[in-house]
C-alpha cells in the first residue's frame, strides 16, 4: 500500500459520508458512501480482493477524498448526486435514455389532466413514472372517458365562450363555460387522485355505495352514471395482461447477467394492474454480483427522486440488506417502508418470471446491439485509416432560405448519445446559403467544445459535397484544430439513397463504398438521424414563426392587440373560427377592426 494512502487512512473520520478516490492525474475514478469512512475505505486497502476490477481500482488510487454527513441517507443523495454530475470510470452507470413520464392534476381551481415528462412541482400534482407514454395516454383516456375531465391548456380553458368537441362527445363536462360546479367537478377529482394512486378497489366501493344512494334518492340519472363509471373501471381491471383481484401496489425488480453486462428490469403492479416494465442497463462496477447490484439499484432508484411514491412490496430476484437504516430511509422518503419478497409464490411467481424474460430479452439486444455499434465503428476506423470513436454529423434545414436551423448529432461506442444532440438557430446569414450556414454552426459547436475543454469529435461528417467540406476544412484552420477527420456525405448524381459519395479534404475524387457496407450503413444512419433532427427543428420554429405573422399581415394589429388576441382566443386557429360578435370581446379590438379580422380569415 501506498505510503500517501496509509497516512491518509488514519485521518478518516469513523462517521457516515461520501469518499472519492482520484489517481496520479486528479482524475476521479470512484465514488462511494459508508456508515463509517475509517472502516469502509480502509477495506479497500487491508487485502486482495477476489475481483479483479476493485484490485485495479486500488491500484490506482493516488489521492482520497471524504465528505463528512450527519446520516447514511445524506450521504447516498450526495453519492448519487456526484456519480450523475461526475460519471467516475468505476461507478455504476445506470444507461436508460428513456425520460420516464407521469400523469399529472394541475394545480388549478377545475384541475386538468396531461401526460409530462419534466416534473415541476409549481404546476400540479404528479403520478407515477409510467413506463411509457403509451400508458400514460392509456390512462388519461379511460380517465377522461369514465370521469369526464378536462386535459386542455389553461389558456384555451380560460377563453371559451361555447363547450368544444370533448363536451359535445361526452368527453368533457365543460367546466370552461360553467356547465358543472366547482363542487361537483372536485367529486370526480378525489375519484381520479383515488384510482391513480392505486386504490381502484376503495374507488370501485365508493363509486357502488354512492349510486345505491343516487338510485335510493330517485336521482336515476346520477345513479345510471355511476353505473357506468363502475361498469368502465371493471373493464379495465379484466382487460390486464395479468387476471388478478388483488388491490395492491408492487414492484417487480429483477437482475439478468450475461458477459459481465447486467440489466435491471422493474415491472409495475399499481391496484392489481399490471402497468408495464422498464429496464435499466448497468455497467459493469466493483461489485459484479445480482445481489450487489441489486442493492446500490433499489437505493438510487428510490432516493434520487426518480419515482413519487413507494409500492407496499418489492418482490425481487435476488436478496438483498435490508437493515434499519434502509428501513429507515423509506420511511423518512416515503412514510412507510415495502415488505420485500425474494421468494414470491402464485401470481407473485408469475410476475417475476415475466420480469426475467423481460430483462433477458433486453439484455440480448443491447449486448446485440452494442456489438454491432463496435464491429461498425471497427470497419469505418479500417476505410478512414484511423481511430473513431467520436462521431458527429452536421446538417442544414429551411424552406426556401427561411428560419434556417443547424442540427449536430453525437455518435460513440455506445451508440447514438441523444443527450449530446445539438441546435443551432442561424443568425447573420443570406437565407439559403447553405454554405455560410455550416460554417456558422461548424465555428460555434467547434469553438464552444475548446472553450470548455471538451473533447473534439475524431470524425465530422458534414452533410453535403465539396462546397460544404471546403467551409468546414476552413473553420478547422481557423481554430487551429487537426487530428480531426473530415466526410463530405453528398448525394450521387442520381440522389438515390444507397448511391452517396464521400468527399475527403485534398482528393479530387468521391469515394464510393460498398452499399452493403456495414461502415456505410452507419455513416446513412448518423447522416439521416442529423437530417431528421434538423427537420424538426426547422419546422417548429417555422411554424411558430407563421402561427404569429398570420396576424401581422392585418392592418390594425400590431404586438400588444396580437398578444392580447392570441391570450383571450388560445391560439390564431380559434381567431379563425370567431365570428365578428365574438372577436369584438377581445381586449382593443373594435367593431370596425373585428370585421376587418373576420374578412382577412373568410
Known amino acids: 500500500m501506498k505510503k500517501i494512502i496509509s497516512a491518509q487512512l488514519h485521518t478518516l473520520p469513523q462517521a457516515p459520508g461520501v469518499y472519492r478516490f482520484f489517481n496520479e492525474e486528479a482524475e476521479l475514478l470512484y465514488v462511494g458512501k459508508a456508515k463509517n469512512l475509517k472502516k469502509r475505505v480502509g477495506s479497500y486497502f487491508q487485502k486482495t480482493h477476489a475481483d479483479i476490477k476493485t484490485n485495479v481500482l486500488c491500484e490506482q488510487v493516488a489521492h482520497i477524498e471524504v465528505t463528512v454527513t450527519h446520516?447514511?441517507?445524506?450521504?447516498?443523495?450526495?453519492?448519487?448526486?456526484?456519480?450523475?454530475?461526475?460519471?467516475?470510470r468505476y461507478n455504476m452507470l445506470l444507461k436508460d435514455d428513456k425520460t420516464y413520464p407521469f400523469v399529472m392534476l394541475s394545480h388549478h381551481p377545475f384541475p386538468r389532466l396531461a401526460g409530462i415528462r419534466a416534473k415541476t412541482l409549481k404546476e400540479g400534482d404528479y403520478y407515477g413514472p409510467y413506463p411509457s407514454m403509451h400508458a400514460v395516454r392509456?390512462?388519461?383516456?379511460?380517465?377522461?372517458k369514465t370521469f369526464k375531465i378536462r386535459t386542455c391548456e389553461n389558456g384555451f380553458f380560460k377563453n371559451r365562450s361555447r363547450p368544444c368537441l370533448l363536451h359535445q362527445i361526452d368527453r368533457c363536462t365543460a367546466p370552461c363555460v360553467d356547465l358543472i360546479s366547482e363542487a361537483n367537478y372536485h367529486e370526480s377529482i378525489a375519484a381520479v387522485r383515488l384510482f391513480l394512486s392505486g386504490k381502484s378497489q376503495e374507488l370501485l366501493k365508493s363509486l357502488g355505495v354512492k349510486m345505491d344512494q343516487a338510485a335510493a334518492a330517485l336521482d336515476f340519472e346520477k345513479a345510471a352514471s355511476l353505473r357506468d363509471q363502475i361498469k368502465s373501471l371493471r373493464q379495465l381491471q379484466e382487460g390486464q395482461v395479468v387476471h388478478t383481484q388483488l388491490n395492491t401496489d408492487v414492484d417487480v425488480i429483477s437482475v439478468a447477467e450475461e458477459n459481465a453486462c447486467f440489466c435491471v428490469d422493474i415491472l409495475e403492479i399499481r391496484g392489481g394492474r399490471v402497468l408495464g416494465d422498464k429496464t435499466f442497463f448497468v455497467m459493469p462496477k466493483i461489485s459484479e454480483t445480482p445481489e450487489s447490484?441489486?442493492?446500490?439499484?433499489?437505493?438510487?432508484?428510490?432516493?434520487a427522486g426518480t419515482v413519487s411514491q413507494v409500492p407496499q412490496e418489492l418482490v425481487l430476484?435476488?436478496?438483498?440488506?435490508?437493515?434499519?437504516?434502509?428501513?429507515?430511509?423509506f420511511k423518512t422518503a416515503f412514510d412507510k417502508a415495502p415488505k420485500l419478497n425474494f421468494n414470491p409464490g402464485s401470481i407473485r411467481r408469475k410476475w417475476l418470471d415475466l420480469s426475467l424474460l423481460n430483462a433477458r430479452e433486453a439484455l440480448a439486444r443491447y449486448i446485440l446491439e452494442a456489438g454491432q455499434v463496435k464491429h461498425r465503428l471497427a470497419l469505418l476506423a479500417q476505410r478512414l485509416g484511423r481511430t473513431v470513436k467520436h462521431i458527429e454529423c452536421f446538417d442544414i434545414s429551411?424552406?426556401?432560405?427561411?428560419?434556417?436551423?443547424?442540427?449536430?448529432?453525437?455518435?460513440?461506442?455506445?451508440?447514438?448519445?441523444?443527450?449530446?444532440?445539438?441546435?443551432?438557430?442561424?443568425?447573420?446569414?443570406?437565407?439559403?446559403?447553405?454554405?455560410?450556414?455550416?460554417r456558422q454552426v461548424l465555428q460555434r459547436r467547434l469553438a464552444r467544445l475548446q472553450k470548455e475543454n471538451q473533447s473534439l469529435p475524431d470524425l465530422l461528417l458534414i452533410d453535403g459535397g465539396k462546397g460544404q467540406l471546403k467551409?468546414?476544412?476552413?473553420?478547422?484552420?481557423?481554430?487551429?484544430?487537426?487530428?480531426?477527420?473530415?466526410?463530405?456525405?453528398?448525394k450521387g448524381p442520381e440522389r438515390k439513397a444507397g448511391a452517396e459519395e464521400l468527399w475527403l479534404p485534398n482528393q479530387k475524387h468521391p469515394i464510393h463504398l460498398d452499399p452493403h457496407d456495414p461502415a456505410f450503413h452507419l455513416i446513412q444512419q448518423i447522416r439521416d438521424e442529423a437530417h431528421r433532427f434538423a427537420i424538426t427543428g426547422h419546422r417548429r420554429r417555422r411554424d411558430a414563426k407563421r402561427?404569429?405573422?398570420?396576424?401581422?399581415?392585418?392592418?390594425?394589429?400590431?404586438?400588444?392587440?396580437?398578444?392580447?388576441?392570441?391570450?383571450?382566443?388560445?391560439?390564431?386557429q380559434e381567431i379563425q373560427k370567431a365570428n365578428v360578435s365574438e372577436l369584438q370581446k377581445a381586449p382593443g379590438i373594435s367593431p370596425k377592426l373585428a370585421e376587418q379580422i373576420f374578412a382577412y380569415f373568410h
Open 71 to 88: 446520516t447514511e441517507k445524506e450521504a447516498l443523495l450526495l453519492e448519487d448526486q456526484l456519480i450523475k454530475t461526475k460519471q467516475p
Open 293 to 303: 447490484i441489486l442493492q446500490d439499484f433499489v437505493e438510487h432508484y428510490y432516493f
Open 398 to 438: 429551411h424552406t426556401q432560405g427561411e428560419e434556417t436551423v443547424a442540427s449536430c448529432v453525437v455518435f460513440d461506442e455506445n451508440g447514438l448519445n441523444k443527450k449530446a444532440y445539438r441546435r443551432f438557430n442561424m443568425v447573420g446569414i443570406e437565407p439559403g446559403d447553405d454554405y455560410a450556414a455550416m
Open 138 to 144: 392509456e390512462t388519461i383516456e379511460l380517465l377522461q
Open 317 to 329: 430476484s435476488h436478496s438483498i440488506e435490508f437493515d434499519e437504516d434502509l428501513a429507515l430511509f
Open 547 to 572: 402561427s404569429s405573422s398570420t396576424l401581422e399581415s392585418i392592418p390594425g394589429i400590431g404586438a400588444k392587440r396580437r398578444s392580447a388576441l392570441l391570450k383571450f382566443f388560445g391560439g390564431w
Open 471 to 490: 467551409q468546414a476544412i476552413e473553420v478547422l484552420q481557423e481554430l487551429h484544430i487537426e487530428n480531426v477527420q473530415l466526410v463530405g456525405v453528398a
